[in-house]
């Protein structure tokens, strides 16, 4: 059964900063791997998808890359801004789960000016 | 262009009580989802279609859910003899197609069983 972690589970930086988000999963076969945003009282907001086929993605200040062997993925936001305060999900579709996605706990990112 | 839409945004309901939710995916999508947010569980998948069929029904907690779809397009999610256990954000999403392909969720149902 696949499961997904997400760690750590909460997260607080100075604005300016790096930061990475970790996700991690037990069954390596996938077909892709989303990262979401949501934001208090909010659905969820796609930011990258990786196919299992690709290593990495990039919109803007983030990065996404996957390890499919060893089951991880990273999100990287780079020069962090208070507007990038939200939970942000990861979720992976695999091949014995037809068309639904397995989600992560979240990480709460709060960005402080 | 028009994302996934759901209705309504807020419900509250009696315990024993019926409730539909209704969920409109993007025009032309013919994949959709229902998903449960509830604080401790995290998401959790509830059912799926493709078009009007639902090939995986094995994510709803009881039999006193259930989903249908109708004209590939607006799905309806009923929970019968709502309990407080099944207070939660019901979110839909849809795609393109089953598989490989990003899925847009809607702003969800926020469900408050009294």
């Known amino acids: 059964k696949q499961e997904v972690t997400q760690i750590p589970a909460a997260l607080s930086v100075p604005e300016g900063e790096n930061l990475v988000l970790n996700c991690s999963f037990t069954?390596?076969?996938?077909?892709?791997l989303q990262w979401f945003r949501q934001d208090p009282g909010k659905g969820l907001t796609s930011l990258l998808l990786?196919?299992?086929?690709?290593r990495e993605q990039t919109s803007g200040r983030l990065n996404a890359s996957l390890d499919k062997s060893s089951g991880r993925s990273t999100l990287y936001i780079a020069a962090s801004q208070p507007g990038d305060s939200a939970t942000y999900l990861c979720?992976?579709?695999?091949?014995?789960?037809?068309?639904?996605?397995?989600f992560g706990q979240g990480t709460e990112l709060s960005v402080k000016p | 262009g028009a994302g996934v839409s759901q209705s309504p945004s807020n419900k509250v309901t009696e315990k024993g009580k019926d409730v539909e939710l209704r969920c409109d995916p993007i025009?032309?999508?013919?994949?959709l989802y229902w998903y449960r947010q509830s604080l401790g569980q995290g998401l959790e998948f509830l059912i799926y279609?493709?078009?009007?069929?639902?090939?995986?029904k094995s994510g709803l907690p009881s039999d006193r859910f259930s989903a249908e779809r109708t004209g590939g397009s607006v799905s309806t999610l009923t929970i019968q003899r709502t309990q407080q256990e099944d207070s939660a954000v019901y979110l839909c999403?849809?795609?393109?197609?089953?598989?490989?392909?990003?899925?847009?969720f809607g702003p969800g149902t926020r469900l408050l069983v009294l």
């Open positions: 999403a849809s795609s393109l197609a089953i598989g490989q392909e990003t899925q847009y």
């Open positions: 990786i196919q299992s086929s690709q």
């Open positions: 025009s032309g999508h013919t994949a």
């Open positions: 279609f493709q078009g009007n069929s639902a090939p995986d």
């Open positions: 979720a992976v579709l695999d091949h014995n789960q037809g068309g639904k996605l397995i």
């Open positions: 069954d390596s076969a996938i077909y892709n």
